[in-house]
Nanobody
Framework: QVQLVESGGGRVQPGGSLRLSCAASGTIFVLYSMSWYRQAPGKQRELVARHNTGGTAVPSGAVYADTVKGRFTISKDNAENTVYLQMNSLKPEDTAVYYC?????????????WGQGTQVTVSS
């Protein structure tokens, strides 16, 4: 079974920074991508950033939502199957529950796995 464990959420003032981390553990044969999504109250879950590992025809590298480009950076520690989201210049509209996602091939075949979510609150 694959598990994703997130950490790093919290409360910060506008303009501040936070760093989220997500560690994937379990039997992983191929890790295709790790991503961060977020869901604000009353809104749909949206993609924030994705790190493609290049295990498929999709080129390796990062993609970002337009709303976070230039402020957020996703990175991955390949040795540890851990993905990070460095969030700078945070705005109140970044307030949401942030979820880690891993798209991978494991014992159950190709599937998506989700973390439990971590709250990020940007407020003065």
């Amino acid at each position: 079974q694959v598990q994703l464990v997130e950490s790093g959420g919290g409360r910060v003032q506008p303009g501040g920074s936070l760093r989220l981390s997500c560690a994937a553990s379990g039997t992983i044969f191929v890790l295709y991508s790790m991503s961060w999504y977020r869901q604000a109250p009353g809104k749909q879950r949206e993609l924030v950033a994705r790190h493609n590992t290049g295990g498929t025809a999709v080129p390796s590298g990062a993609v970002y939502a337009d709303t976070v480009k230039g402020r957020f950076t996703i990175s991955k520690d390949n040795a540890e199957n851990t993905v990070y989201l460095q969030m700078n210049s945070l705005k109140p509209e970044d307030t949401a529950v942030y979820y880690c996602n891993a798209h991978l091939r494991g014992m159950l075949g190709v599937a998506d796995y989700w973390g439990q979510g971590t709250q990020v609150t940007v407020s003065s």
